[in-house]
């Protein structure tokens, strides 16, 4: 997921979604522990979603303290 259309969602939906990544990156882990884990380049790819997503929701807290 690019930055881009995160713009367009709610806080809520940017939490849930956080929520979300972060428990896949979780289970990717412990695949990844237990030598289960098909793709590698998956626990990158979900680590990166999840800083978007902390820097999507503190862009906007940066954001509102300003106006």
């Known amino acids: 997921m690019t930055a881009a ?3 367009e969602l709610t806080e809520a939906e940017i939490a849930k979604q956080l ?3 972060r428990q896949q990156l979780f289970t990717l882990r412990l695949q990844r522990a237990s030598g289960k884990l098909e793709s ?3 626990v990158s790819q ?3 979603t999840v800083a978007r997503l ?3 929701l503190r862009e906007r807290e940066l954001a509102g303290g300003r106006a």
């Open 46 to 48: 979900v680590r990166r």
């Open 5 to 7: 259309p995160l713009s």
């Open 54 to 56: 902390l820097t999507t």
């Open 40 to 42: 590698p380049a998956r």
């Open 19 to 21: 929520q979300d990544a």
